[in-house]
C-alpha cells in the first residue's frame, strides 16, 4: 500500500464547474497536510495547508480533511483553464526524528475545458 | 521576498561523473529540503538539513550527499552519476520549527 495515494486522473472538468480532488494516506499519526499544484516542467506551489480536521476555504480553493478516514480532498470552484495543472497531496508523518520530510502522493492530473 | 533559488537551471553530465547542485533558501529560513522527481515516480525526499546539520535523509544511496553552509545555503552532490539519476532535483525551505515547505525552480539533471 502506498503512503499517500491519489487518483492520476486526468480529471477533466468544465470551465466554471467544481473540481474534486482526493487523496488518502496511510500514516494515522500524520499531522500535516498539504496541497501543491504543478504545471509542466515547473516546481510545485503551494495552494495550502491544513492540520484540523473540517473544511478549510482560500479563494477558490477548499481542503477538507477527515482524520478518522485518513483522508483529504481539494475542491477547485469556478475552475479555469489556468487550473489545468498537477494536483499533489503531500503529507507529513507523527515520527519527530523525521522531520517535516514531506510524502507526496503521484499527483491527480486536471484537466479544465473551455 | 525573493523565493527558494537553485543552480544552475540544467545540467547534463554523462554516466560516472559527479554533479553539483546548490540551493539558497528564502531569506529567514534554516530548513533545507532536497526531492528528486524522476519521470514516473513522483517526488521522493532525499535529504534534510537543518542549521548546518543532515538530520534526516531518504532511501538513496550514500553517493547522494549534500551540506549546508553558514549561511543556511545547500548543495546536493551526486557522485558516480547513474542513467537512471537523470530527474528534476528539486530544493524546498522552511522556517525553523514550521512545517510548511515552498520548492525553488528546480534543477535539471541529464545523465547520458
Redesign the interface.
Same mark, same amino acid.
Given at each position: 500500500q502506498k503512503e499517500v495515494e491519489q487518483n492520476s486522473g486526468p480529471l477533466s472538468v468544465p470551465e466554471g464547474a467544481i473540481a474534486s480532488l482526493n487523496c488518502t494516506y496511510s500514516d494515522r499519526g500524520s499531522?500535516?497536510f498539504?496541497w501543491?499544484r504543478q504545471y509542466s516542467g515547473?516546481?510545485?506551489? *503551494?495552494i495550502m495547508?491544513i492540520y484540523s480536521n473540517g473544511d478549510k476555504e482560500d479563494g477558490r480553493f477548499t481542503a477538507q480533511l477527515n482524520k478518522a478516514s485518513q483522508y483529504v480532498s481539494l475542491l477547485i470552484r469556478d475552475s479555469q483553464p489556468s487550473d489545468s495543472a498537477t494536483y499533489?497531496c503531500?503529507v507529513?508523518g507523527m515520527i519527530k526524528?523525521?522531520?517535516?520530510? *514531506?510524502?507526496?502522493?503521484?499527483?491527480t492530473r486536471v484537466l479544465v475545458k473551455p | 521576498e525573493a523565493g527558494v533559488t537553485q543552480s544552475p537551471t540544467h545540467l547534463i553530465k554523462t554516466r560516472g561523473q559527479q554533479a553539483t547542485l546548490r540551493c539558497s533558501p528564502i531569506s529567514g529560513h534554516t530548513s533545507v529540503y532536497w526531492y528528486q522527481q524522476a519521470l514516473g515516480l513522483g517526488l521522493q525526499f532525499l535529504l534534510w538539513y537543518d542549521e548546518g546539520e543532515e538530520r534526516n535523509r531518504g532511501n538513496f544511496p550514500p553517493r547522494f550527499s549534500g551540506r549546508q553552509f553558514p549561511n543556511y545555503s545547500s548543495e546536493l552532490n551526486v557522485n558516480a552519476l547513474e542513467l537512471e539519476d537523470s530527474a528534476l532535483y528539486l530544493c524546498a525551505s522552511s522556517s525553523t520549527g514550521r512545517d510548511t515547505q515552498y520548492f525553488g525552480p528546480g534543477t535539471r539533471l541529464t545523465v547520458l
Open positions: 499531522q500535516s498539504f501543491y515547473k516546481s510545485p506551489e *503551494l495547508s499533489l503531500a507529513t526524528a523525521a522531520g517535516n520530510k *514531506l510524502t507526496f502522493g503521484g499527483g | -
